[in-house]
């Protein structure tokens, strides 16, 4: 499948969305945010930093609270995380595909 966007460069991680673009339009600080998700604020820091991955327990929570779907936030780190692996294409060097069955 090929991709729509440029694969140099690095997909936004979904923390990055998160500070960037939905707490300041909720007018919400990172402790707000870690308070009405029921996580710690070294949680919410972490991801806003994209110093954290999100799991899937973050992205319904962040889901529920900004009636989202868990599928696109989960959708944004699955990019990050893709790209991430694709910088280092040696680290699969050693798999051989499977002949095509006729």
């Known amino acids: 499948m090929k991709r729509m966007l440029d694969a140099k460069r690095k997909p936004t991680h979904p923390g990055e969305v998160l500070r960037e673009d939905v707490l300041p339009a909720l007018e919400m600080t990172q402790g707000e945010l ?11 820091s972490e991801l806003l930093h994209g ?6 327990d973050m992205a319904v929570r962040i889901a529920r ?3 989202t779907t868990p599928e696109s936030w989960l959708r944004m780190q699955l990019a990050v995380d893709l790209w ?16 095509a069955v006729a």
Do not use: F
């Open 84 to 99: 991430e692996l694709e910088q280092n294409p040696e680290r699969y060097r050693h798999i051989e595909p499977l002949a």
């Open 34 to 44: 870690a308070k009405r998700l029921g996580v710690s604020r070294l949680s919410v």
């Open 51 to 56: 110093k954290r991955a999100l799991s899937a």
């Open 65 to 67: 609270l900004t009636s």
